[in-house]
């Protein structure tokens, strides 16, 4: 790997402050691994000891734009010389250029986008979307997908998929979910079949999916919430999925809450990852990460010009502290300005048929590799041992009990890393490739090659 001036911050210090203060997320203490990064550019991360790391999963498929875009932090230093917070109650330059450009610039051919509101979560947009489905139809149900993931918010955590739970270190140990989920209103459907699921009619998700409209009964549903390609999960759906279960929304008169957190602005190689599909569109989206590269904490929940109107027209006794912030609404502004400028959604496109030709030509020779599914610069990788089945049984149904070390995803995450390449994956059998929409076609071959010696490694331990 190679190797940077050390960096002057005493690290040993910070590792003793971190493990003795810090409250971690997803890993028990006696797992905590201290990977500390010392400074971040482009695609790159450069770690305390001074080795750097490709970034080839953009860290959580959320560092779109690389990091420390010029263009965005340039707009951040500028909003800074004005701007502190600014409650909601109070306008600000940056909050409406980011608005304009959102409704106007990128969603206005749609024509079906109102209002927006910029917040300062993914999760936090996908709450407000549950609650305005709520307000606006007088129901209560909210379906949800499973293997989704929503978030790990209060609200969004009770919809059934990966959410807010506490596991055991022991192999199928009890997992704790946060008592009151879940909670009456929450139901899940079938999650999509895969894009290379064979059929000659209905999906049988779908099938699932409007019995169980008709046995809750449709006027008790206020929406079904989806994702274009599943984050956490790493599924992208069969075709002829989103179209159908669309149809089935409107045939029951059902609001559709696209989550777009993790797939929206380009990573699918559109705008947003219903365009994927002609003549769709949502009635909310939530919207996150790629709305400004993940450079600062950020959401925003779109809504039509129908619910829009309503809300508008009320008074809506809604918000956080941070809503509409100028610094956050700032780097929104930078983001998108760049990515309009640069053809980032061509550059996506065209890097995305690089990326998907080197894992086919992965998969070619590596049995080991059963599945690749995806568009744009997010694909998932799903791996099966001798008998073409999933490594490990459960799949995406884990409850992330037991050793999560010895799980194929941590494996390929381990020799990748010794390679100088930051790549992983979230359920046990699928390692999710993801890299900024600015890495080079030199960095992508860099990527894939540690890739495929991780996959020789993983393949001499199960016997290939």
Same mark, same amino acid.
């Given at each position: ?14 590792? &003793?402050? *971190?493990?003795?203060? $810090?409250?971690?997320?997803? +890993? ?26 490709? *970034? ?10 690389? =990091?420390? =875009? ?12 004005? $701007?502190? =917070? ?28 109102? #209002?927006? #509101? ?14 305005? +489905?709520?307000? $606006? ?5 909210? !379906? ?6 929503? /978030? ?10 990966? #959410?807010?739970?506490?596991?055991? +270190?022991? @192999? %199928? ?8 989920? @879940? ?19 209905? !999906?049988?998700?779908?099938? @699932? ?21 599943? /984050? ?5 759906? =069969?075709?002829d999925y989103m179209p159908a279960l669309y149809a089935l929304i409107r045939e029951y008169g059902l609001l559709w809450i696209d989550d777009e957190v993790l797939c929206g602005f380009g990573r699918l190689g559109h705008w947003f990852g219903y365009q994927m599909y002609p003549d769709i569109h949502p009635d909310i989206m939530a919207t996150g990460k790629s709305i400004n590269g993940s450079s600062l904490p ?16 009320? &008074?809506?006794?809604? %918000?956080?502290?941070? *809503? ?16 309009? +400028? ?13 990326? #998907? @030709? %080197?894992?086919?030509? !992965? ?10 599914? /995806? ?10 041992? &001798? ?16 050793? !999560? ?19 992983? /994956? ?25 890739? *495929? ?12």
């Amino acid at each position: 790997m190679t190797e940077t001036p050390a960096s002057p911050t005493d690290w040993s210090l910070i590792e &003793r402050w *971190d493990r003795d203060y $810090y409250l971690h997320n997803t +890993a028990g203490k006696g797992e905590y691994g201290f990977w500390a990064v010392d400074r971040m550019d482009g695609a790159w991360l450069t770690m305390a000891d001074g080795s750097r790391l490709l *970034d080839f999963q953009s860290q959580l498929i959320s560092d779109s734009m690389g =990091h420390r =875009h010029p263009a965005i932090h340039a707009e951040i230093i500028r909003a800074m010389d004005r $701007y502190g =917070h600014v409650f909601f109650g109070m306008a600000n330059e940056y909050r409406a250029r980011a608005a304009k450009l959102i409704i106007e610039d990128v969603l206005g051919a749609d024509n079906w986008a109102g #209002r927006v #509101r910029i917040l300062a979560s993914g999760g936090e947009a996908v709450d407000n979307a549950i609650t305005m +489905a709520r307000l $606006y139809t007088g129901k209560q149900i909210v !379906l949800s997908q499973a293997h989704g993931f929503h /978030g790990l918010s209060v609200g969004a955590t009770m919809l059934r998929g990966y #959410r807010n739970n506490i596991s055991s +270190a022991e @192999a %199928g140990g009890p997992v704790r979910d946060v008592p009151g989920f @879940a909670s009456q209103g929450f139901m899940p459907i079938p999650p999509p079949e895969g894009d290379d699921f064979q059929t000659n009619g209905e !999906l049988p998700s779908i099938a @699932a999916t409007r019995a169980m409209i008709r046995t809750v009964g449709p006027e008790n549903v206020a929406a079904i919430i989806t994702e274009p390609m599943l /984050g956490a999960g790493g599924l992208f759906p =069969h075709p002829d999925y989103m179209p159908a279960l669309y149809a089935l929304i409107r045939e029951y008169g059902l609001l559709w809450i696209d989550d777009e957190v993790l797939c929206g602005f380009g990573r699918l190689g559109h705008w947003f990852g219903y365009q994927m599909y002609p003549d769709i569109h949502p009635d909310i989206m939530a919207t996150g990460k790629s709305i400004n590269g993940s450079s600062l904490p950020s959401g925003a929940v779109i809504a039509s010009k129908a619910i829009a109107q309503f809300f508008e027209d009320a &008074r809506w006794w809604s %918000g956080t502290t941070w *809503d509409g912030h100028p610094l956050i609404a700032a780097s929104i502004v930078g983001c998108l300005e760049a990515m309009l +400028a640069e053809d980032m959604i061509g550059q996506v496109q065209a890097k995305g048929k690089i990326v #998907r @030709a %080197g894992l086919e030509a !992965l998969k070619a020779r590596h049995p080991s590799i059963g599945r690749i599914g /995806g568009s744009g610069l997010y694909y998932a990788v799903d791996l099966v041992g &001798r008998n073409g089945q999933p490594i490990i049984k459960d799949d995406r149904y884990t409850g992330f009990t037991g050793d !999560l070390s010895q799980n194929p995803n941590a494996i390929i995450g381990r020799e990748c890393a010794a390679r100088g390449v930051f790549l992983g /994956g979230f359920v046990p059998n699928t390692v999710k490739v993801g890299p900024p929409f600015i890495i080079s076609e030199s960095e992508i071959d860099t990527g894939l090659a540690a890739f *495929d010696a991780a996959l020789g490694v993983l393949e001499e331990g199960l016997g290939f």
